[in-house]
């Protein structure tokens, strides 16, 4: 019994803990600008574009890591609290996203899975199991580096944000629109510097680029990675210098978390150059998912 | 293998069988069907237990193997199941609860079911996740169950107001209470209840609940490192007639230090407080004899980067005696993933000073070598690169 009246003391004490924390949650919702949390930068970069000065803006993958492996943190939790915005990439690549909105709490924030109209690649058929790696069985989720992929999922937050902001839903609109064109461009001329490169086909550590080549006109010749997930061995980095030296590329674009060693080894044995650049931009600003996109492409076509 | 071991196999392997072949392609898309994974973890034991009758000689043990399931119920609700088997507890339900993560006022939670309690760091964790291969010394002693505190109640938790990216949560347990009971010793008086009420002496058989209440914060050092501190404290009747209770309460600490991209330290400990009201019997009525031992516990783990890991862990532990001496643990442990996150090689050595009992010498050290073999299916990998 003497449990019982300590329990019945401390669930009082927790409800009404509850009711106050509610009413100040109540109270602080609703600010003059939209607070939007993206899983990557490049999303918030373009939040930033469409929004303008309408929102606040924060990632939670850092600029550079590697967004398959985000440890979820409670002080994401806490960021995501406050939020009116959460933008997902989709396709599996942030599930952890799931675990940060829960332990947030927050009942009032809006979900927005960017990868909704975008036409996804590399999706399997068939059965999916661990023979073929880490595969995300509804397609390659990294489809923000082929911009016009952006300019879908500027179209899709100027509608979230017009939503809940419906007072400056043409501004987001028009930005969104203006954004697209933006895109387009940046993707033309990308499109037209690569397709000067003597050699068209490139190889990659993992299949983050696909989107990226596919636009460009560029061709993933093979990747370090035999299968998405597992690290290569000596007989495949041994074929991938058979496979260099027999269609002479010249680039291997890896990403900047993976270990270098079997870029060391493939460059000593062919020559071949290593461009260590991360998929996503390390900035939320506007205008840093396109600067981003257009180093990649500098660095590719570099000589 | 036990005989009741034996006779569970072919639920085991019936599950088995459902989850390898009996599930159609579309099942692994996920439509409609929830997140299922499987972690086992068999090992290889080497023990200097002179009570061990396998004293000295590898020996194999299934370990226990976990099968998960998860998925949201609704948009408010996620539910989790956890079936463990073990070679020597058979197969049973480790944990089966939901969680009520949205649509309560304000940070308010709700969790209902039965799951291993969130007492300290280790307690919520299951044994794959852990870098060493025992249970310290110092939770299997204080705190109540078998192998985990873990009882089927009611969680309420808030989300408190704090600065920054600090994140502060409080908890408070409603549980069922079985796993602070104790068995008393007869004392052998004719008057004994034990000797005269047939099964149910001390009333054993009477529910009656225990609490747990916990206090945690997290807060970020940098863009990726961070520190958390916890309080906790549980209390239940061990004896439900001699009205007797059992109290623990217990810190934790834990850091994890990112050194680069690919490399962390962990440095985590606990510190337990047991006060432990004993029944007896004196012939007139129950007596109580309180016991108030203390210990803890400390390890340190570097992630050398995601394949490799090494570490090594203290510990001292009073007896849970009236004249406590000190129980001592040293060990070293070193993790390596043949490629990813579904296969790890875990080797681990651990020595182990049990105290001293009064006017006796000190007994024999012993020294225990694993090795166990962590692999998994599913979404639930055996260890997070």
Not at chain 1, 64 to 79: A, F, I, K, N, T
Not at chain 2, 365 to 384: C, E, F, N
Request: proline share 7%; net charge negative.
């Amino acid at each position: 019994m003497r449990i019982l009246q300590r329990y019945l003391r401390a669930a009082a004490t927790f409800t009404g803990l509850a009711i106050t924390l509610f009413t100040a949650a109540t109270a602080t919702a609703g600010g003059d600008r939209l607070r939007v949390v993206a899983s990557i930068n490049d999303l918030a970069s373009i939040a930033s574009t469409v929004g303008g000065d309408r929102v606040e803006v924060a990632a939670i993958a850092r600029p550079g890591s590697d967004v398959h492996r985000v440890e979820v943190l409670p002080s994401y939790m806490v960021r995501v609290a406050r939020a009116d915005v959460y933008l997902k990439v989709g396709l599996a690549l942030d599930a952890w996203a799931d675990q940060i909105i829960d332990g947030s709490r927050n009942t009032k924030v809006t979900v927005v899975d960017c990868s909704r109209t975008i036409t996804p690649l590399d999706k399997p058929t068939g059965r999916v199991d661990g023979r073929a790696g880490d595969v995300h069985p509804d397609g390659n989720p990294h489809y923000w580096l082929d911009p016009r992929n952006g300019a879908l999922v500027a179209l899709e937050l100027a509608e979230a944000f017009g939503k809940l902001d419906p007072a400056h839903a043409a501004d987001f609109s028009a930005r969104a629109t203006a954004f697209g064109d933006e895109c387009r461009a940046h993707h033309a001329a990308a499109a037209t510097k690569l397709a000067a490169l003597p050699v068209r086909e490139i190889l990659t550590y993992h299949p983050s680029w696909v989107y990226l080549a596919a636009s460009t006109g560029l061709t993933v010749a093979a990747t370090v990675e035999p299968v998405p997930g597992i690290p290569p061995t000596g007989t495949h980095l041994q074929n991938l210098v058979e496979l260099v030296n027999a269609r002479h590329l010249a680039v291997l674009l890896q990403e900047p978390y993976f270990p270098g060693d079997a870029a060391d080894f493939l460059a000593r044995q062919s020559g071949l150059r290593t461009v260590k650049m991360s998929p996503s931009c390390d900035d939320v600003a506007a205008g840093s998912y396109l600067a981003h996109f257009d180093a990649v492409v500098g660095a590719i076509a570099a000589p | 293998m036990p005989i009741h071991a034996l006779r569970r196999m072919p639920v085991l392997a019936a599950a088995a069988a459902v989850i390898l072949f009996g599930l159609p392609p579309a099942a692994f898309a996920g439509a409609g069907n929830p997140n299922l994974s499987v972690i086992a973890q068999p090992r290889l034991v080497v023990s200097g237990n002179p009570d061990d009758p396998a004293r000295n000689r590898p020996v194999w043990d299934v370990g226990e193997t976990e099968i998960m399931l998860d998925d949201y119920l609704n948009p408010y609700v996620r539910g989790n199941v956890v079936f463990s088997y073990a070679q020597d507890g058979g197969l049973g339900l480790e944990e089966g609860y939901v969680d009520v993560v949205r649509g309560l006022p304000g940070t308010l939670n709700l969790r209902m079911g039965k799951w291993r309690s969130g007492f300290g760091k280790l307690n919520p964790q299951h044994p794959h996740a852990q870098p060493f291969a025992e249970r310290f010394g110092v939770l299997s002693a204080f705190l109540p169950g078998a192998e985990s505190l873990n009882e089927t109640g009611l969680q309420a938790s808030v989300r408190l107001p704090s600065p920054g990216d600090i994140a502060l949560t409080a908890s408070a347990d409603w549980l069922q209470g079985d796993s602070f009971r104790r068995e008393r010793a007869s004392s052998g008086l004719a008057s004994d209840p034990l000797g005269i009420v047939s099964g149910n002496g001390d009333r054993a058989t009477e529910p009656r609940p225990a609490v747990l209440g916990r206090l945690s914060a997290f807060a970020p050092l940098g863009d990726r490192s961070g520190l958390e501190l916890g309080l906790s404290a549980a209390e239940g009747t061990n004896n439900v007639a001699a009205g007797t209770h059992t109290r623990v309460v217990g810190f934790d600490a834990k850091a994890k230090l990112w050194r680069s991209e690919q490399s962390y330290v962990v440095l985590q400990a606990e510190a337990l407080k047991l006060r432990r009201e004993d029944a007896g019997w004196d012939g007139a009525g129950y007596t109580s004899a309180e016991v108030a031992p203390w210990g803890w516990y400390a390890f340190g783990d570097w992630a050398l980067d995601p394949r490799w890991d090494l570490g090594a862990s203290y510990e001292r532990w009073q007896q849970d005696t009236r004249d406590p001496g000190w129980n001592r643990a040293t060990g070293l442990f070193a993790g390596f993933a043949l490629m990813e996150e579904t296969t790890a090689l875990r080797l681990d050595w651990r020595h182990e000073q049990p105290a001293a009992l009064p006017g006796v010498d000190e007994p024999s050290a012993t020294d225990t070598v694993t090795l166990r073999v962590i692999w998994s299916m599913g979404p639930h990998k055996a260890h997070q690169f």
